[in-house]
């Protein structure tokens, strides 16, 4: 099956009224069928309208832990219909779901539709595990609060791992500590000390990770660090 099913195929149909919502909804529901049959179904619904089939996409989120990517699915269908009554069930998903695509989808959601309350839930989220979409939800909403979760994360990455964290780091610059420790890592990144393998790819990628979320001029403070440096890794 293609990963556009839900988009070539089932969309179309539900277009020219060959299959009915009820029906793909009946598919959803159907615990024998495969996991992915029932997600392209729930995709396609998603396509449609995501807005009108809110209480059943919050129904196969919470009664689908056993089938941990439908439930992601379903997750992410709920970020989609920017309605922030769905709040409650993405806290709680992301406070109690044992899988962690689940939690890190919930917390993606919650970013989308700037529930700030959650930021102390998402934090704690990534101190526990960790996941892409926990730090770019806490880069979202920016509280000081996340600075030492992000920085205590950043210590342990592998250098080649790092473009994520300055990315998110950007975010902070607002914030004094922030300011610091992205000054200071763009010194080791140019410097290259750790390992000495630094390769010029590898900076620019880096570099444009942190400058992407910089606000201007505070961006010309690391651009002129970059390029005035001496060539690392050589």
């Not at 009820?22 to 392209?40: I, K």
């Not at 994360?153 to 790092?162: P, Y």
């Not at 780091?169 to 300011?179: C, H, S």
Request: glycine fraction near 2%; charged fraction near 25%.
């Amino acid at each position: 099956i293609s990963l556009y099913f839900h988009r070539e195929t089932l969309y179309p149909l539900l277009l020219r009224n060959v299959i009915t919502a009820d029906e793909l909804m009946g598919v959803v529901r159907n615990t024998t069928m495969p996991w992915a049959s029932r997600s392209m179904a729930l995709l396609a619904l998603g396509i449609t309208n995501t807005t009108a089939h809110r209480d059943f996409f919050a129904e196969i989120a919470e009664s689908t832990a056993a089938e941990e990517r439908l439930q992601e699915h379903a997750v992410r269908m709920l970020g989609f219909t920017k309605d922030k009554s769905t709040t409650p069930l993405l806290r709680s998903l992301l406070a109690t779901s044992e899988s962690l695509s689940v939690r890190s989808q919930a917390a993606e959601c919650l970013a989308w539709l700037d529930d700030r309350s959650a930021v102390h839930e998402i934090e704690r989220a990534l101190e526990a595990a960790y996941a892409p979409e926990f730090v770019s939800a806490l880069a979202h909403f920016q509280e000081e609060s996340s600075l030492s979760v992000l920085l205590d994360r950043l210590r342990s990455a592998s250098f080649e791992s790092r473009r994520e964290y300055l990315e998110a780091l950007g975010a902070f610059w607002k914030y004094p500590q922030g300011r610091e420790v992205i000054l200071e890592q763009f010194d080791r990144l140019i410097a290259a000390k750790e390992d000495g393998n630094c390769s010029e790819a590898m900076r620019a990628r880096l570099v444009d990770a942190a400058y992407c979320r910089l606000p201007y001029p505070s961006a010309s403070t690391i651009f002129s660090r970059a390029v005035e440096s001496p060539d690392c890794g050589r």
